[in-house]
């Protein structure tokens, strides 16, 4: 009975380490953090190349990739709900 009681409490803390992984994975604030990071590698980038303009060039990577994962997130509901429903 005790390793049953341990084991709960060990399913415990586990689903609530995944539950916040998985509210930081699905964060605005990880998607704002990653466009930053994002639009300053290509602004370093950019301007090791010499491109024109580079603080505005970067811009157009960065943004794709924002709206990439956008569209991830509502290809990720429709494909979950699909599975969900031919795996009844």
């Given at each position: 009975m005790e390793n049953i009681l341990k084991?709960?409490?060990?399913l415990h803390t586990r689903n609530k380490r995944v539950e916040a992984?998985?509210?930081?994975?699905?964060?605005?604030?990880?998607?704002?953090?990653?466009v930053i990071i994002t639009y300053l590698f290509m602004l370093f980038f950019m301007n090791f190349i010499w491109v024109e303009?580079?603080?505005?060039?970067?811009?157009?990577?960065?943004?794709?990739?924002?709206?990439?994962?956008?569209?991830?997130?509502?290809?990720?509901?429709?494909?979950?709900?699909k599975y969900q429903e031919s795996h009844k």
């Open positions: 084991d709960i409490a060990e992984e998985k509210a930081w994975e699905t964060s605005w604030q990880r998607k704002s953090l990653i303009k580079p603080y505005v060039s970067a811009l157009v990577p960065t943004f794709w990739f924002f709206l990439s994962t956008l569209s991830v997130d509502f290809l990720k509901k429709q494909y979950i709900a």
